[in-house]
């Protein structure tokens, strides 16, 4: 291929022509030391920089901070201890030239009651920033996002690397965790829930086409797939909290990158010398035009997008802390058809569409505040928007009339205000409680061809609110052992319907290193909006027959063992089961539909809560922390999903793949022996995951009615051939006085394996043929920071 050719040249040249002299560059380390549970400075802590001679160190000031100054350029490792908390040892972080590197580092008090401990924490960077999740959960780092081979810095697509994720299609980035379907999901920012913050995302989804939210506003945030602690609500398969980055309040900073899939600027700073506060801006806009015009398929249609991100920090010396965050995107596709009739193949050919998806927003304004020395109050209002349209038409022929198909129009708008209290009792005794409402305005319109006639299935401008309470109380008993308790509350106000929901967790450590955790939680989740209005004929009449739809639910049950076997070396082990209850199913006949296994369209027939579900299965994650400029990641997971429609018959879910895999393996080279300081980065990762279930096609009936036609009786039976892909990434990154540049060369799907994800009966070749994943697909790029 020219085109990468070209590419892979211009990198070896850019390589040799830096590749001379030798200089050394400094840069400042500065951030806060605060406590894990209250997020309150401890003033007197110590940092001090690894293998510096003499050792070099910094204490807390009276105002949470401390800075090192003159710390080389490179990976670093420091040790932070306070007396009364467990010493702690951060390792192998990225000094640049380009930026400032601020950390946000927390301890957690020691449980023995004496002023003179020096207790060491076992060095494990999968555990959580939420100290209340105590199983399957572990917390991502922004450059476990950058460093993933060819993951577009998109932390959805970073997250099938971990056990029991996969994608929900491959092209896109939506979550199939432990065989739920991927609506399950809930996202939430800076501590309350948030739309699905993704591209191309339509209705009733969580995922998408690409994130809107760029690697460049996001902090350490937390991925959870199971039995979720009781501050969690509204979701059966998995969480995403994510936590933002503050701006540089000292120093003004900017970094823009440009690419093969379009261009990203972001700029951070103080405002004022001295207040403290700060603010951080991205704004991308992407052009997956370019890679379709050049030859690559990247989808049937030509897309664009663009998104818009913030982070403001507002301190205040007596009022507490507050921030205004926000983000917005904006996405479309337009489909044309061919215009020569004589030439279409397939159905594809005849289509004319336009999709909007995913113009998505959210702004809110958080307010922290100390209540004496034991609790801290965090609020948050926020304001978010939706908004989805499509339209879909088709030709007969070319010299005929359009025919619409589709019209759908669906806009949903939140107001959020939450309130969540932390109290420390001791060291040994915390409590989280908190309560928020959700102030629901939609207005849905599905609007489909019938019989040659366009209906409305759905139609509805209304309102309600959704209101969630919590609690959580956990004892700290051993070093390594807790106990949790909680529970969690919703009820939504459209039908009155209201859920109960226990949490518990136990953690207890077996050995120094080897922990054993058992956790359960009861989840509910309320049904996509437009299940509750869809328009149903009964005899003459057009009702709402699925208005008083109650909670979808699930039991979570975990056993997890955890184990450190070296300092640097860490083997997960988890089994789980899931008993989903009340998933609305087919009334008042026997067939096989559940609402289970839809995942962006709506049930237009009548519903009741009496359908069942069961996703069992075995996880195993073997990981290498980065050490020694190396890392390695494998995963290994083993399930079953299965589910109970009105016919009676267990059968496959549609995600039910049986099977995942994953292998990540990353490699720096140094050169610090030269002008300019640089890395030489290789990343690769391996992802297998079980085929697509499918409905097989009667191809006899196929034929006979010049159509696809399938076997309902034989539901999602069929897997097509297990999805294999291979991704590579490449990263020259020097570094300059006051400027780090990084030269990104990445591959999806290196291999170029066709990925089967759907079939149908093609009348005009008279065969059974597959739709295909994404081929090959470059990334290329550069990022320059200062």
Known sequence: MPFVKYALCCFGLFFFITLSGQTIFLQTVRGTIADA??????????????????????????????????VPVGRQSFKVSFVGYKDIFIKNIAVEAGKETVLTIELEEDIRETNAVTIVAKSDKTKPLNELAAVSARMFSVEETRRFAAGLNDPARMATAFAGVTGGNGDGNSLVIRGNAPNGLLWRMEGVDVPNPNHFARVGTSGGGISILSAQLLSNSDFLS???????????????????????????????????????????????????????????????SFLQKVGFNVGDAPTEFQDLSFNVSLPTKRMGQFTIFGFAGKSQQAIDAVPDSNVWKQNSDRRFGRLDGSNTGAIGVTHSVILGQKTVLKTVFSINDYTYREEDNRFDRSDKPLIVT?????????????????????????????????????????????????????????NTTLTNVFAQWRMRFTEGGAFQLGTHIQH?????????????????????????????????????????????????????????????KAHHFIVSHDWQ????????????????????????????????????????????????????????????????????????????????????IWRNTRYNANTAATFLMGKEWTFNNRRRPAAL??????????????????????????????????????????????????????????????????????????????????VALDKIQYRYLMSIIPVIGYKIEF
Request: charged share 20%; hydrophobic share 35%.
């Open 492 to 552: 939504l106000f459209l039908n009155q319907k209201t859920a109960f929901e226990p949490r518990s967790a136990l953690t207890f450590a077996v050995s120094k290193k080897q922990t054993v955790a058992i956790g359960y939680g009861l989840h509910s989740q309320i049904q996509p909006l437009g299940n509750y209005f869809a328009r149903i004929k009964v005899g003459k009449d057009t009702v709402l027959a699925n208005k008083n739809l109650d909670f979808t």
């Open 681 to 762: 980065g290789l990343d690769i990762k391996f992802s297998h995951a079980g085929g697509q279930r499918v409905v097989p096609i009667d191809l006899i009936k196929s034929k006979q009615q010049k159509r696809t036609v399938t076997d309902a009786t034989r539901l999602y039976e069929e897997k097509l051939p297990a999805f294999y892909r291979l991704d590579a990434q490449i990263e020259w990154k020097v570094q300059y006085k006051g400027m780090t540049g990084s030269t990104i060369l990445g591959v999806q799907n290196a291999t170029n394996r066709k990925n089967p994800v759907s079939q149908s009966y093609n």
């Open 226 to 288: 199971g039995a979720f602690p009781a501050e969690y609500g509204n979701a059966l398969s998995g969480v995403f909290d994510i936590k933002l980055r503050k701006g540089n309040n000292e120093k003004r900073e900017h970094t823009f990158s440009a690419s093969i899939i379009g261009l990203d600027a972001a700029t951070e700073g103080y405002f004022k010398k001295g207040y403290g506060g700060s603010y951080l801006v991205n704004y991308r806009y992407g052009f997956l």
């Open 406 to 462: 589709r019209n759908n129009r669906f806009s949903e708008k939140n107001v959020v205000l939450s309130m969540v209290a932390n109290h420390k009792f001791s060291a040994k005794q915390t409590l989280r409680l908190g309560a928020y409402t959700t102030f629901k305005g939609f207005d849905l319109q599905q609007r489909e061809d019938v019989g040659g006639k366009l209906t409305d299935k759905i139609k509805t401008n209304d």
């Open 37 to 70: 549970t209250l997020k309150t400075p401890l003033v007197g802590a110590n940092i001090v920089l690894l293998g510096s001679e003499p050792l070099r160190g910094a204490s807390v000031n009276t105002e949470g901070g401390f800075r090192l100054l003159d």
């Open 565 to 648: 076997f070296a300092e640097n070396w860490h083997l997960k082990t988890e089994l789980y089961y899931q008993k989903l209850f009340d998933v609305p199913i087919t009334s008042g006949r026997a067939t096989n539909f559940s609402i289970i296994n839809l995942n962006d369209d709506f049930a237009i027939e009548p519903l009741s809560n009496s359908g069942l579900g069961k996703n069992y299965g075995s996880e195993m994650t073997l990981e290498r922390f980065w050490t020694d400029n190396f890392y390695l990641l494998a995963t290994l997971s083993l399930f079953e999903s299965k589910y109970l429609a009105s016919d009676g």
